[in-house]
């Protein structure tokens, strides 16, 4: 098949930078990326660069450069289906939060309507692939559904997981370390794996194209991000053991990173991981092991998460305890809300669930984000339930400005990575706290020996509080 319509289903942090990137290196492609909220698509489309829904180094200069010419967004998405000849599923996988596999389980409710509606909007041979990230063999159940409920249309399903780290989206599309493509080997599932593998190699060399079967995909994905999140939990578990034993955490991290069979790469000892991913695929990692059967390695994953929400904790706890077991009444001024630095993406930030258990202790915290927006913030608070959506604002202020969330603040707590921190006034800051003045460095960015001559009393995640 020619491929020179795609439709991309949902247009959010995978769809939308995505499709961009693919726009830009296909100009002989049409690809549309629809999605059913329309003040999303609404944003996408807008005018001005800086109110796209998703922020990204760079996304703004491809946006700008292919929308219009064959990169669009709309709400339309039965005429997108019945124009593409290939179909990107990229909607949203959360963890179910009803019914059996509760709290673990993906929930697969929009892919399944997706699957359905493009059974029922499709009038000609369609390629679908699954982007989102998905347990194992749902490929079967699209499939399933696509047959069962289609026009007697050909459907070939291939699974091809997005590896994009938010924040440099861009750069990893542009410049993968792999892209894998999962499909049937039947002669109709090979060659709908060679027309994705054409539309790749536009700019990705061939020898970086892995093709596999579906099942593999599916799940090299999971493990992927359950590996990658294993090392973060494991450099957190060694930065309690360095707080205790006098070791540096940054130290160990070098030592044991140099060695070429560890490798240097996510080996930061942090506050606890975030994002849509590390979480929710191994807790789907979890759930699919235990069901059949295999509770050892169920048991093993479920650790990587138990070790996640045990650093947020103890950061809290931690922040409590120094300040001579109260917080209460206590200006506490958070530097950062999103998970990582250069997204404004909030979902599973540690931020949230360390904002939430000093709130529980009374503090008044204060935050300021350089891009996540008032609303984000409180909307991340009041899905916790933990208290009504007004007691939430009179406890946690939203700033725009660094100086003035840490303006009689009795304490710092840098949650996220943003490079900015680093350059501020610190003196002016010091001069404007109450005494004495803590920081509780969350991700240990900021410089320890200018801190301590200003007079802060610091505290690095891993390394302890050092005078
Ligand atoms: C991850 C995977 O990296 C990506 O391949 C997949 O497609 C989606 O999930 P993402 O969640 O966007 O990407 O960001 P990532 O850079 O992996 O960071 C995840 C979390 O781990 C962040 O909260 C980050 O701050 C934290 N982290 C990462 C650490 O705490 N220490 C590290 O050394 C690395
Ligand atoms: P991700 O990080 O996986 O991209 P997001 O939540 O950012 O997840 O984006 C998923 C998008 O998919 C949302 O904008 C949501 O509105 C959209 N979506 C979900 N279901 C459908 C559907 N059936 N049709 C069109 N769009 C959908």
């Known amino acids: 098949m020619n491929i020179k319509n795609i439709c991309c289903i949902g247009a959010g942090y995978v769809g939308g930078p995505t499709m961009a990137v693919i726009a830009k290196k296909c100009p002989h492609i049409k690809v549309t990326v629809v999605d059913v909220n329309k003040d999303r698509i609404a944003a996408w489309n807008h005018e001005d660069l800086s109110k796209l829904p998703v922020f990204e180094p760079e996304l703004d200069t491809i946006v700008q450069e292919a929308r219009g010419r064959n990169l669009f967004f709309s709400t339309d998405v039965d005429k997108a289906i019945d124009e593409a000849e290939m179909i990107f599923i990229s909607v949203n996988t959360p963890t179910k939060t009803y019914g059996k596999g509760k709290g673990m389980a993906a929930d697969l409710k929009y892919i399944e309507l997706c699957a359905r509606q493009i059974a029922r909007v499709s009038k000609t041979n369609k390629i679908v692939v699954e982007k989102s990230t998905l347990p194992v063999r749902t490929a079967s159940a699209i499939k399933n559904i696509l047959d069962h409920t289609g026009n007697g249309v050909q459907f070939q399903i291939l699974s091809n997981p997005e590896f994009l780290a938010e924040g440099t989206a861009v750069s990893d599309l542009l410049n993968p370390d792999r892209v894998l493509i999962g499909g049937d080997t039947t002669p109709e599932g090979t060659k709908a794996v060679n027309d994705l593998v054409e539309i790749y190699g536009n700019w990705v060399p061939k020898a970086q194209i892995l093709t596999t079967n579906v099942w593999s995909s599916e799940l090299s994905k999971l493990a992927a991000n359950a590996f990658l999140a294993q090392r973060v939990s494991s450099i957190n578990a060694l930065s309690e053991l360095c707080e205790q034993t006098g070791a540096d955490v940054n130290e160990v991290a ?149 100086y003035e969330t840490c303006n009689k603040a009795h304490a710092i707590a840098v949650l996220t990575e943003w490079d900015e921190f680093v350059t501020y006034d610190w003196e002016r800051i010091y001069d404007n706290m109450e005494k004495p003045a803590f920081i509780f460095d969350g991700r240990g960015v900021l410089n320890r020996e200018l801190l301590n001559s200003i007079g802060f009393v610091y505290y690095n995640i891993g390394s302890g509080i050092i005078e």
């Open 254 to 402: 070098k030592a044991i990173g140099m060695d070429s069979r560890i490798g240097p790469k996510f080996l930061k000892a942090s506050v606890g991981f975030g994002g849509s991913c590390f979480q929710k695929d191994i807790l789907n990692l979890v759930y699919i092991a235990r069901t059949y059967g295999l509770d050892e390695v169920s048991n093993y994953w479920e650790q990587v998460i138990i070790m996640n929400n045990h650093q947020k904790q103890r950061f809290s706890d931690n922040i409590v305890s120094t300040l001579y077991n109260t917080v209460s009444g206590k200006k506490i001024a958070f530097l950062g809300w999103a998970f990582k630095k250069d997204t404004n993406d909030t979902r599973e930030s540690a931020a949230i669930n360390i904002a939430d258990n000093l709130l529980n202790e009374q503090a008044a915290v204060s935050v300021y984000d350089p891009k996540v927006v008032e609303e984000r913030i409180y909307a991340d608070l009041d899905y916790l339930n933990s208290r009504d959506s007004e007691e939430n604002r009179k406890l946690l202020k939203v700033e725009n400005d660094p």
